[in-house]
């Protein structure tokens, strides 16, 4: 089983819809949590981080589920430019302390 | 803004060739790491350095070694470049590491597509 595992879509939406994504962690010792935006061809970047009482940054919004091991990203008013790869990260913590990235999900927004 | 640049975009190498990957930031990053990314296997974590002259073992480090001379270059070597190397090489820097650190976001580079024929 996978340490952190997306559905990797792709979703196809409308302009101005509203998606949502899931991830699912395996480790119940993880502590941090981030989803990343890759566009195509380009290098990853960070979105948002994820905190215990969910947290919002205009359209997007996290959340996280600790005792069902998942974190979610919804995006409300979907663009054309929301078109990417949403990865899901994961920090485990302890010794490790290294980033573990699931292989994403792919939205595609329509016009 | 954080830059971080790495050597080439493109590289075709033969098989059994030395492959010298270079990754530059200029923000005195404490933190250097190299990944691979491989469809359906997404990122991978080859090797990380959080100083100078030190570094760690991540996932999949066989066939790889790595190189910190510097605190703003990080360099990754395939010794014996192999067809299953073929891959996307990501280099990433971040000031902080590890749980609950504010500053562990991590900043990547544009990417190097090695092909190893």
């Known amino acids: 089983r996978k340490e952190v595992e997306q559905d990797p879509g792709p979703f196809n939406v409308p302009e101005g819809a509203t998606v949502a994504f899931n991830c699912t962690y395996s480790?119940?010792?993880?502590?941090?949590f981030f989803w990343y935006r890759q566009d195509c061809r380009k290098e990853p970047k960070l979105l948002m981080s994820v905190y215990s009482s969910g947290n919002e940054d205009g359209r997007f919004t996290a959340q996280l589920n600790r005792a069902s091991q998942y974190i979610s990203l919804l995006i409300r008013d979907s663009k054309l430019s929301d078109s990417a790869t949403y990865l899901c990260v994961v920090i485990h913590g302890g010794a490790t302390n290294k980033l573990i990235f699931g292989t994403g999900t792919l939205l595609a927004v329509q016009p | 803004d954080v830059k971080v640049t790495q050597s080439s975009r493109y590289l075709v190498k033969r098989t059994g060739e030395k492959v010298f990957l270079e990754c530059v930031q200029d923000?005195?990053?404490?933190?250097m790491f190299w990944y691979r990314q491989d469809p359906g296997l997404g990122l991978r974590l080859i090797y990380f350095?959080?100083?100078?002259?030190?570094?760690e073992k991540g996932d999949i480090p066989e066939g790889y070694s790595v190189s910190r001379e510097k605190k703003e270059r990080f360099s990754l070597i395939l010794e014996s470049a192999s067809t299953n190397q073929t891959s996307m090489y990501l280099c990433?820097?971040?000031?902080?590491?590890?749980?609950?650190?504010?500053?562990?976001?991590?900043?990547f580079g544009p990417g190097t597509r090695l092909t190893v024929l």
């Open positions: 990433a820097s971040s000031l902080g590491f590890g749980v609950d650190n504010p500053y562990n976001e991590q900043f």
């Open positions: 480790n119940s010792a993880s502590q941090s």
């Open positions: 923000m005195d990053h404490e933190n």
């Open positions: 350095s959080y100083d100078v002259k030190m570094k």
